[in-house]
């Protein structure tokens, strides 16, 4: 009987059918299970990520919280060195997957907000990644799963985003960041601002003026220095997505907000070369960006941006020196493409003064073949004609000191000047007359978003457009219209729909209203408080040449001869005094205490004193654009030998006041600053150890000349409002401590930390607690007015004065409408203790929302229950859905609305809440679940609770 069986034939084709098929499916398997693992890592990374967030947004544990990415673990604290063991929580990262980038992320308490931002990079064994981004406002995303780099593509050697905080080559997550080649260690320091062999910083050392139409900035931002028009020509793109490959398509985008916003050039279409346009007005302090985007189907896509590109932008100047040394086709042009050939001369780029061109390589940084003709984009500048005031000329400028929108509201912080809406930027001087000409424009634009401004023949027209739905649509502007060689003789109200209300009834509030003016008793400027619905507000401002420029200016000259008071009743500069120390000042104040400076800057008592500690704010970063670094002060009242912690040895908040009372006669004063980034910085300034970190400087001395002092326009407002033409602006009895802990440098800028240390007589003596002479009422002027007499009259002001930062016994009193910027500073109020300006039932003392407008914008109809507002005249909070009345009045909550609470809670404004820098940490930690839901229905029990006395 015959069996069937396989023939061998047979048994070698089913095996080899088997070998081919394990064959294909084993890497179709280790493709699949690489993938996976990958996709786990990131989806457990985002987890991570996000619960640490919570963490911190919800304070657990009162600390910070982060992420350790290639470790793994979330951890609690401010680094992963310093964490606490205990609270760490494990997340595995499959061992085929590796991670770069970003080493941890760290979310601030409460706020919830990164210390540090940038990419995480995951990358497979097969090469392929996903890259999560960790945005400023502390969104988490990732991107879709991106191929393995190819060594011949531009994309090459490509291994993800650099370490360093905001440092990514790939600015948008649709490429992958470069950090890989040769040469890009080196290129990536060859960006145009910072060319070692001279050619890449400022084509001069001295500052930029209006007619240079621009500077450039280290990290190559082009920032304007006038109004100016920017012509961006391309003047030619040779690229490919590799060695032999297809031609990659450019686009090209600008920004002229610090990169906020984006905006596609050319109609977002792909650039060749000899593609042109022109953005139009742009005003002093716009800071341009470049944004280059190189792809070719998915194998290649590259973006850059040119104040952040790793190398592979260079943004230089005519004259700048190309960095022959880093790239050889630089030291052969001959080898470049035509259109780059003709801007270079001599290894030197050859362009017009007032343009800058932008080079950019997307292939990956090399020596021998990195050529930067990818694409090839000038920028050209021009100055607006009329745009630029000289410094003889007579000229004007607006800053704001409230802006607020409501509804359908567009204020911003500019002004529009004449027919063309020529813009300006707040700050930013506009000339009244050019060389002995009159400007004059023949009208304004009205519908603008900022202020309308048109110059005529001696009078100067100010306009702040409404047309708006009321109630749902408001503009709210506190403006100071501030002139330099010139006087204001007076002031009218514009006429018809443009006509202000009330302007001069001496009641401002929030509401329709409001409207005033308040001129300085130097008639070199107005306050102009306008509240814009339905109708335009405008008034015309009469001015007249004037021989001698502003009040400040008059210090600034005054400040070296023996006429001026805040210099003659000071003790010498530190550092100008004989050895045995100067002799004690002699205060026009009659409540400063008399001091010396001695030797080593340290300020020694001459007689018994209170003396209190005030921060103005601080700006500490570790590294440029860095994440911020933590500041604590110390005090020492015996020259250093025992020190005491300030504010609890906490981290110093903006308004943070302590003050020491009946300081002994000879007590030596210093203080100490130390900053903090988890292990990775620290640093100790101490005003005596002679290392230059800690400068004190009184009423109407000069900025030091060093570093961003040299520029004031670049420093933090709550250091630049101090300062008036180079000249610090203080009481009698105040100095003004500045803390570098940087380097110092041309980056150097002592806004670290800035401190106002009040020296006054005792408060205990009675001498100074209840004084209302005029006197006293000089006590805290502003040094800019009282520099040039403080025995000149000037119009007087009735405030609230808090004495020696004592905040429950305050006392009415009179002053030089000229020194309220200095009293404000340290928390005065206007108006009387016991007055009630805004009419809401509530003391001008113990009112923290002076202008409460009634009834509120928050909702007054469809309320939920448990939600209150204020809906009618009287300062009675009202219950929903009915409007019962509640228990709650302006009483509970210190004169303020619930709209005024909710505004403190979101950051639009603090009101008189700075006293009080707690109860403001408080507010300001509240989820927007909150926030938002006052909006919409009213305010909760629990936020009027929180504010309660």
Known sequence: MAHKGFTAVEMLLTLGIIAITTGASVPLYRTYQLRSDLDTAVEQAKHALERAQVLARAGQNDSMWGFATSQGILFQGEAFSIREPDSDELYVIPPTVHVSGLSEIVFQRVTGEPVMTGDIVYEAGNGEQRIITITPGGSVTFSPLLPPAQSSSSVGDSQGASSQPGSSASSDGQGVGSTGSSASSAGAESSASSEADGGGGDSSSSEATCEDAFELLPDGTVETTGTVDATITVLGSQVSDGAGGGSAKVVVSVSTDEGETWVPLFDGKAVKGGEEEVVQNLPSGTKLLIQVNGRHSWLFNRTFRSNNSAGHMLVLRNGHRLPTALYDAFGNP??????????????????????????????????????????????????????????MDPKVKIVFDRIENQGAGDMKARAYIGPQGILFAEDQWIPLSVAGVTMVDSDLVEDVPGLAVERRSGVLRVLLHGSHIFPSGKEIVDARVIFDRAQISSIEADVGQNAPENLTDGIVNDGPDGDEIVIAADQRSVLFQTRATVADDAILIHWNVASVTSSASSAASSATSSVASSVSSEAGEPGEDDEGGSESSVPADACAAAYTVDDQGRVVLAEQADVAFTVLGSYATYGANGPMVHVRLNTSFDGGSTWRGLFNFRDILAGDTQTFRDVPSGSIISLSAEGRYSWLFKKVANLSDHGDRVKLLRPGSALPGIGLLMTPTRLRPFLRDRISNGIIQLGDRQILALVELQNLDETADFQDAVVVISISKPASEGVCGDVSASSQSSSVSSAASSSVSSEVPGIKMTICHYPSGDRMHPTTMEIAEAAWPAHSAIGDRLGACEADDDGDGIANSQDFCPGTYLPESVPTEFMLFNRYALTGTTGIFRGGPRKRVSSFSLSDTRGCSCEQLIDVAEGVREYYFTSEPLLLRELKSLFPFYTNGARQFGCGTAILRMSRP
């Open 334 to 391: 001959t080898s470049l493409a035509p259109f780059l050939r003709a801007i270079i001369e001599s290894g030197r780029v050859k362009i017009h003064s007032h343009a800058v061109v932008f080079l950019t390589e997307l292939d990956a940084l090399w020596k021998g073949s990195s050529k930067f003709q990818d694409v090839a984009i000038r920028a050209a500048f021009a100055v607006r004609p009329g745009s630029c005031a000289q410094s």
